[in-house]
């Protein structure tokens, strides 16, 4: 079958849902593609977000935490945030997103995977042919949108992998471990859901099994379920927009390059991508150039410097973690202190 509409999204993750959402609010039709059968599965995230989340129902948030503690052996520093960061339940809050879509009459079509483009067409894995007057790519890390439309992603590529484990843990700390067992370019984490659950994973080239089944033998702790993970990909993305196709969250990008948080930035980018889409819909304009000016330019504006800021993070981190003692030495001169005063979660500020 053939579907038209004003924006086609491709992806029904947080972004492609609050981009959705923003644009049929505005009375335009709008349909997302997502190519699982069910909206939030895999449920593949720790869920650790700064207050920029907004807000959310209380349902969907799991914990609260306030210290991040850095460690590499025995060696760790801590750094708290002046307000609390959240852990929540990311198949819940996609749900969520899900049900205020279709509020707002956005068409959700699960199952449905975009496998290609024909005479402006996108094709779909059931043979259906979907046409919008805007293509929106929130289709992740390997965005098959940017494939096709011929945008580039960066090379940089990880890959993360966590599972829930039972175990004892300290409610509100999150530890960050840097130790080259567990990851030579990433770290591994244990973000506590409550005192008795922990997410606990890793992000690294190559394959993280074998290095996550270290990791949980290393800490003793029981496994509640099985291992879920995705492809990690950062970097700075110069151009998101190619003729009526725009690109949003992982499937742009719009990562932190040091921890790999991906669903602030996502929502700060989902918003504009929105008001982007809306406007060209009403001023009727199409053009590549009108949609980087109200789209691209503005994200870029938003979020660029932090990313920045970010790189130059993991640049430092990649440097110190060389050095066994520079954690200690980090707490002994004061920067841990120096960064909370000065750093906020998110480097937005
Ligand atoms: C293990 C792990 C832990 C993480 N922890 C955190 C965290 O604690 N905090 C945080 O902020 N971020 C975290 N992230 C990152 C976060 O999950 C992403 O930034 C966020 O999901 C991005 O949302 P998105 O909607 O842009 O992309 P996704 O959530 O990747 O959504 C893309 C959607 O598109 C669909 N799709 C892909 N291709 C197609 C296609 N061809 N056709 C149709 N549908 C398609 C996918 O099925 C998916 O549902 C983590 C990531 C991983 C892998």
Not at 12 to 31: A, D, E, R
Not at 103 to 121: D, F, S
Not at 311 to 320: A, E, P, S, T
Not at 332 to 348: H, Q, R
Request: net charge positive; with cysteine; charged share 25%.
């Amino acid at each position: 079958m053939n579907f038209e509409c004003d924006v086609l999204i491709i992806g029904g993750g947080p972004s492609g849902l609050l981009t959705g959402s923003l644009i049929s609010k505005k009375g335009f039709k709008t349909i997302i593609l997502e190519e699982h059968g069910e909206i939030g599965r895999p449920e593949q995230c720790t869920g650790l977000v700064s207050w920029r989340i907004g807000e959310i129902p209380e349902r969907i948030v799991l914990n609260t935490v306030k210290t991040a503690r850095f460690c590499l052996g025995k060696h760790y520093f801590e750094v708290s945030s002046r307000k609390k960061m959240l852990v929540i339940n990311r198949f819940e809050y996609d749900k969520y997103l899900a049900e205020n879509a279709i509020e707002n009459m956005v068409v959700i079509k699960t199952g449905e995977k975009a496998i290609g483009i024909k005479n402006g067409r996108v094709i779909t894995n059931r043979g259906n042919t979907y046409q919008g007057r805007i293509i929106v790519g929130a289709d992740g890390p390997n965005s098959i949108t940017a494939r096709l439309s011929g945008l580039k992603q960066p090379g940089n590529l990880l890959f993360a992998l966590q599972c829930v484990a039972k175990g004892l843990f300290e409610e509100d700390v999150v530890e960050i471990r840097f130790e080259k067992e567990f990851s030579e370019d990433g770290f591994a984490w244990i973000v506590p859901m409550d005192k008795n659950r922990a997410r606990v994973g890793l992000v690294t080239k190559g394959n993280p099994l074998p290095r996550l089944t270290t990791f949980l033998k290393k800490l003793n702790l029981e496994v509640v379920d099985r291992p879920v993970g995705d492809s990690i990909r950062f970097g700075l993305m110069c151009k998101t927009v190619a003729f009526n196709t725009i690109l949003v969250g992982d499937a742009a990008c719009q990562i932190k390059p040091f921890s790999f948080g991906g669903l602030v930035y996502g929502k700060i980018c989902s918003n504009i991508a929105g008001e982007a889409c809306v406007k060209a819909l009403e001023e009727n304009n199409f053009e590549e150039k009108f949609l980087v000016e109200s789209y691209e330019s503005k994200w870029k504006g938003e979020i660029w410097k932090a990313m920045k800021k970010g790189l130059w993070m993991r640049r430092f981190f990649n440097l110190v973690r060389r050095i066994p003692f520079s954690f200690t030495l980090i707490n002994k001169i004061g920067l841990d202190i120096l960064a909370e005063k000065t750093l906020d979660p998110d480097f937005l500020k």
